[in-house]
């Protein structure tokens, strides 16, 4: 999916309209039992909650692509064959009314919240501090506008209705008791605590909305921290293998990068890396219809070699970079470099500089000792305070 196809789901959770028809919730204890399940469906609801579960299902679509947003694709003999797939399916069909496949769906759920929580550290601490979750899911048919070479939308006319389900998992945490006001009295009173449903930890669209239509191949899932991919949750719902999250796959680049270029590891040559992959990215998020950009293994050679490496170190890192992610494996360019930052780090010193004027900074041998130099033209200050640099 690209911004464009995102952004067109994220104006259907327009509370105002109400395109949702219905949406379901399954209410669960920290230790995994179910204490209440719920269809509302939206006209009947106040707007104040409307509002405030379209911010939830907004969240799961948000988020930066390969990292909190990740492609989750089914094979052909899942979509054929696969239980997970078939019951995203009659999910779908059945427009989420169907009982016995929506409390198929909160099993799977809850068995992985139920094996989050034995992997926690029990403590006292942990136990106080204890989360229930709630599981919500609601279903859309979405009459796509067509759309003319202008890219203009005319609402008289659809190509395709797309039917798809969200799915949101938020932590419902306790409150901390409080002092609260009471109108009534005039007078502050103690408030006992209570339970507030959060943003969600993870969620997921299905199908995925490309090209103006559904594909019934892919799943869009969202994670909160591209840390935690939610494995286990993966592999229930959608039957899939774990994936390696985005920090995982930029430690194991960067590590790829040194241990292959070895000496020619320079400055000069992460700089060069760097703005070249960064001007890739910022090209590709300028066009709303392609896709994020993911990089092959030639295409970092590609990158390497215009950067003046050499063919030895080339080769090395070919080898590197086959042993660590595989020869056809493509990357995510945002998990390769971050583009809005340039930091040089040392044992004592930390420099970030702006990745535009990242040639301000040079490396130099004097007298035999290596010293990075920051150019200083300009107003410079310390603590807030400029100060002047002597001759």
């Known amino acids: 999916m690209n911004q464009r196809d995102f952004s067109e789901l994220r104006r259907r959770l327009n509370p105002d309209k109400r395109n949702q028809q219905v949406i379901r919730g399954c209410y669960v204890s920290h230790e995994g039992q179910v204490i209440s399940t719920f269809a509302q469906p939206l006209y009947g609801m106040a707007q104040e909650e409307v509002e405030k579960y379209m911010a939830i299902f907004k969240k799961t679509l948000s988020g930066t692509a390969n990292q909190n947003l990740l492609p989750v694709e089914f094979t052909a003999r899942q979509t054929m064959e696969g239980e997970e797939h078939k019951l995203l399916m009659d999910l779908r069909a059945t427009a989420l009314k169907d ?16 094996a989050m929580k034995e992997q926690e550290v029990q403590s006292v601490e942990a136990a106080q501090t204890a989360c229930n979750y709630l599981i919500l899911l609601t279903y859309d048919g979405y009459d796509v506008p067509y759309k003319d070479g202008n890219d203009e939308a005319d609402a008289d006319r659809s190509t395709d209705v797309f039917s798809y389900i969200l799915c949101a998992v938020c932590p419902v945490k306790p409150t901390k008791p409080a002092l ?17 449903v959060a943003m969600p930890e993870l ?10 239509s559904a594909n019934i191949y892919n799943a869009m899932f969202y994670t909160r921290d591209s840390a935690n991919l939610h494995d286990e949750f993966m592999k229930a ?8 999250p985005a920090s995982t796959q930029k430690e194991t680049f960067q590590a790829v990068l040194q241990e292959s270029l070895q000496e020619e590891c320079s400055l000069d040559v992460m700089q060069a890396v760097h703005e070249t992959v960064s001007s890739m990215i910022e090209e590709r998020k300028a066009d709303k219809h392609a896709e994020p950009l993911r990089l092959t293994r030639q295409d970092v050679k590609d990158v390497l070699e215009s950067s003046g490496v050499s063919q030895e170190k080339m080769d090395a890192f070919d080898q590197q970079y086959t042993q660590a992610f595989g020869a056809y494996t493509e990357l ?32 130099r041998i004097i007298d035999g000792r290596r010293y990075i130099l920051v150019l200083a033209d300009g107003d410079v200050a310390v603590n807030g305070v400029n100060v002047t640099i002597g001759e």
Request: net charge negative; aromatic share 14%; charged share 20%.
């Open 332 to 363: 995510p360019a945002v998990n390769m470099v971050t583009p809005r930052s340039f930091k040089v780090n040392t044992p004592s010193v930390t420099i970030n500089v702006d990745p535009a004027h990242s040639d301000l900074i040079e490396t």
């Open 180 to 196: 609260g006001y009471f109108a009534a009295e005039g007078e502050f009173h103690n408030k006992p605590s209570d339970w507030m």
């Open 203 to 212: 969620g997921f669209l299905f199908p995925t909305f490309e090209e103006r």
């Open 237 to 244: 719902i959608f039957g899939a293998e774990p994936q390696m």
């Open 99 to 114: 009982d016995m496949a929506v409390n198929e769906f909160y099993e799977k759920a809850i068995t992985y919240i139920q």
